[in-house]
């Protein structure tokens, strides 16, 4: 992280001390990338987190404590989190934000659930802002953990629904990174296609090492030559930006249907390429019609953060959420928040979201947008941004996935 991303964090951080001086703090522990390839990742996610706390913190915090938002760097890597989130429990955080790597969220959801076992009365909580493996929320359920994002199979069946409506693609070629997520994300699209459109051949199914390729050529020349029509990936952060810059150096027009496509750097490394090619599915752009509130909102974090865009509105959402949970039980403490999560719904700047009792999955509208020079907000400090498709919204019903979850849940 370099000196002015350092000292933006550590402003926004004296904020928040300056405003739990007179009240007890809840403490919240940011377990994520801040430093190497995924860094821009973590540090965009963070940087929301910590203006979301600042917010709450203004109009009078939670039941009247302050938030207290810290960052711990696991470097996308499971053993060094179960390290960073050890240093989180002793400096007191009762809540953990993460989503950066299902490897890492499956080892924390793990480890969560030992603790809480181990330590009754002691217990934190997960706010799962990104890790979308679906089999968190089904055989891997746990009362102690909540995901604020869509997981994979939502998002693929967004994707999935819009190609079956495409009769100009025919062939698709599979692109991820090589780990649980990934897999995930390669199996949910051959067996969704295999339902929808029996027709479409997948010409191409790729695993690449996470974090690892520095130039995706070869696996862009691999897509050329099969011919594809489209391409769908799961990739994030550095891969997909490295991806889009390997397409655009190869001149191929093939579409890319993608969750993160909105990853730092992604349309910039496409430029004009993009325009009309580069798909993603997600539970907001900013461009979608908002009040003047959300587009000050909008403009404050651009202006405090400008490396960064609006990306992570799902943050907002955790943290409004916790606290309509924290009021409604009047406690901050892990179990009565947890309690009054389950089935609890918010209007937010983009409709409404209900934390999904049975399985602690957020359910929700999801967009898919194509990359436009016709846009109020471009991304990536360039004039293009996301533009949501004919037909593109996904509604809160038709992106729900039953679960096979089987809670446990303490008495």
Known sequence: MNFRKTAILAAATSVI?????SADTIKMAFIDPLSGPFGPSGEA????????????????????????????????????SLVQLQKAIDDGARYILQGNGSSVAAALIEAVNKHNA?????EILFFNYA??????????????????DAHADMKMAGITDWIAEREDIKSVYLIGQDYVFGQAVAAAAESQLAEKRPDIEIVGNELHPLGKVKDFTPYIQKIISSGADAVITGNWGADMQLL??????????????????GSKGAVSSLGEAGIGLLYQVSEVTTNL????????????????????DYYYHRAWNAMDMFVAAAEA?????PIPVAKALEGLTIEHAYGSATMRAEDHQIQQPLYISVVSDDVKYGVDNIDLGWKLVD?????????????TCEMERPE
């Not at 181990?118 to 002691?122: A, I, K, L, S, T």
């Not at 039980?329 to 403490?333: F, I, P, T, V």
């Not at 037909?391 to 679960?403: D, F, H, K, N, R």
């Open 17 to 21: 001390a300056i405003g739990a001086a």
């Open 45 to 80: 996610a963070y940087t929301s987190f910590q203006l979301a706390a600042e917010h709450i913190n203004a109009n009078g915090g939670v039941n009247g404590d302050m938030i207290e938002v810290t960052g711990y760097d696991n470097k996308v890597n499971p053993k060094e």
């Open 118 to 122: 181990r330590n009754p009365g002691e």
């Open 131 to 148: 890790a979308v493996t679906p089999a968190f929320t089904n055989e891997l359920c746990s009362f102690w953990h909540f995901r604020f």
């Open 244 to 261: 889009m810059k390997a397409a655009a150096e190869s001149g191929s027009d093939v579409p890319y249907l993608t969750f993160y496509g």
């Open 289 to 308: 019609e908002a009040s003047d509130e959300q587009y000050a909102l909008i403009e404050e974090y651009k202006e405090r953060f400008p490396d960064y």
């Open 329 to 333: 039980a009047g406690s901050a403490d």
């Open 391 to 403: 037909a593109g919204t996904i509604s809160m019903e038709s992106a729900e996935q039953p679960t």
